[in-house]
């Protein structure tokens, strides 16, 4: 009966707990969304001519 009863007051002691707070809705910070900026279609061919750009003065050099 002992052990019945301490099991009792345990889950008595856990759903208190589980409640315990006020009755102020809570403060929830606003979620941000950062979203990255369009490159434009021409982001893609840079690189490539940069390149032939380096490679052209190299062969130019020699």
């Known amino acids: 009966m002992k052990k019945v009863m301490l099991a009792a007051a345990v889950a008595a002691l856990a759903v208190t707990a589980a409640h315990a707070g006020s009755l102020a809705d809570p403060v929830v910070?606003?979620?941000?969304?950062?979203?990255?900026?369009?490159?434009?279609?021409?982001?893609g061919i840079i690189v490539p001519?940069?390149?032939?750009?380096?490679?052209?003065?190299?062969i130019w050099l020699l």
Do not use: R
């Open 29 to 43: 910070e606003p979620v941000v969304v950062v979203e990255e900026a369009a490159s434009s279609s021409a982001a």
């Open 49 to 58: 001519l940069l390149f032939l750009a380096a490679v052209g003065a190299a």
